[in-house]
């Protein structure tokens, strides 16, 4: 199922996000397992605390703007305000991180050693299919799968594709927020602005006309200020970019073997594209391999239900915002201001929803393999019988947290309706 590249590339992706210590994670290519050690989990908490001082830095900035700078007035407050809610969104995620890495690094594990089990090995072939079935619990080698060869499967291409993509997008992201502070180093939420404002340093058309001393102290604190707020920048999206690809690379291959336990179509059309044997769509297999998922499932929802929730929450509202200072406020704010907010709201609505619409479409899935199991072919009625009670007992599978928020099929319509609808409506109300 899983490529050579697509272990190379789970280590780039730990690389690059725990190189700086968003994540504590590291993935050994050799063993194909994720690990922590001391200094991982000292250096996530260095810059989990790191995080927390940038959350309370923009905080104070934001409320000084607020009360004694004109406040909604000054367009400086309002880019300012966006800065802030990150960099709280941000420091409460790694927060989290460091709450429930253990949990994290186990979960990761175990669905990654459980979906491997699926995947053959070239000498399967020569292995006799009835002892293949017969070894199938007992065996380390006998799989559902018994030929895989990830160089030419499509589905491997695609996790790899997936994995690249985002490693390169979210991976050169930060570049975005230095190129902005580049273009508007004044902007009063970044240290260099203050002390600009304040006229402790000279910028831009001045700078030239400073002595060499105030040259110096200049640069030193424009370089320092950049390097910051880069670092920043890298916490906000490498914390995006672990937690997309761990959630792509689980969802994808659970979709896959999803697909495998489907039996016939409503219409008692086959399935002529299974990679797996038929006797994994027997009875008494399909229940100990789907109990084996849910178990799994379960195991990863307790990890990112709360996260899946609290992000959805948090993304509509930054969204809503952005949307509503750019419309409000468009003939007045600067054009690196606009440029930021609009294209943050793009980003994240675009992110999210696709994160929305994979869900839902899994979600919907599950229930579809849940309702083909009536049509199940080859299966005597103590076996009909026995499957039809299992069924009513299986639950689909949803992503979130049971009780507060799941992700169903149109949930997506609806985050990207609310996001237009009470866009215009605060418009209307507050315009």
């Known amino acids: 199922m899983y490529s050579d590249l697509f272990y190379n590339l789970l280590w780039a992706n730990s690389f690059v996000t725990g190189h700086i210590g968003v994540g504590s994670t590291r993935f050994n290519r050799k063993r194909k397992t994720y690990y922590m050690t001391d200094q991982t989990r000292r250096k996530t908490l260095r810059i989990c605390i790191t995080s927390i001082i940038f959350a309370i830095h923009a905080t104070a900035k934001a409320t000084y703007m607020y009360y004694f700078e004109g406040g909604y007035t000054n367009t400086n407050f309002l880019i300012g305000y966006a800065f802030t809610f990150i960099e709280v969104l941000m420091s409460g995620g790694l927060i989290l991180m460091n709450v429930i890495q253990d949990d ?103 700078r030239v006309n400073g002595t060499w001393l105030e040259l110096g102290v200049d640069w030193t604190l424009y370089l320092g ?12 999206f490498y914390s995006l970019l672990f937690s997309i690809t761990s959630g792509s690379v689980y ?62 929450a948090a993304f509509s ?11 409000e406020n468009w003939n007045i704010l600067p054009r690196t201001t606009k440029m930021a907010l609009g294209s943050w709201s793009l980003l994240v609505q675009i992110i999210w929803a696709s994160v929305l619409e994979l869900c839902g479409q899994f979600c919907a899935d599950s229930k579809k393999t849940l309702s083909s199991w009536k049509l ?30 799941t992700i169903k099929r149109l949930t997506v319509l609806k985050f990207l309706r609310g996001i237009v609808k009470e866009t215009f409506r605060a418009v209307l109300a507050l315009g």
Request: net charge positive.
């Open 376 to 405: 199940l072919e080859n299966v005597t009625p103590r076996e009909k019988k026995l499957m039809s009670k299992f069924r009513k007992t299986c639950r689909p599978f949803k992503f979130g947290q049971e009780g507060m928020f």
């Open 251 to 312: 969802l994808f291959s659970a979709w896959m073997l999803m697909f495998e336990m489907r039996g016939p179509d409503k219409y008692g059309k086959k399935n002529n594209t299974y990679r797996s044997i038929p006797a994994l769509r027997k009875v008494e297999n399909l229940i100990r391999e789907f109990v084996c998922m849910q178990i799994v499932h379960n195991e990863m929802m307790k990890i990112v239900g709360l996260v899946i929730f609290g992000l959805h």
């Open 225 to 236: 200020d950049m390097w910051l707020v880069t670092l920043g920048a890298q916490i906000a």
């Open 317 to 327: 509202q930054l969204c809503l915002y952005c949307n509503f200072v750019v419309i």
């Open 104 to 206: 994290l690094i186990f979960g990761m594990n175990h669905f990654l050693k459980y979906f491997r089990k699926f995947q053959g090995k070239n000498n399967f072939k020569f292995v006799l299919m009835k002892d293949l079935i017969a070894h199938r619990q007992n065996s380390d080698i006998s799989k559902w799968i018994p030929v895989w060869n990830p160089n030419k499967e499509k589905f491997s291409y695609f996790l790899d594709f997936q994995l690249v993509c985002q490693i390169v997008i979210l991976g050169g992201a930060p570049l975005t927020t230095t190129l902005f502070y580049i273009h508007a180093p004044a902007t009063p939420i970044f240290m260099h602005g203050r002390l600009a404002e304040l006229g402790f340093i000279y910028i831009n058309e001045q």
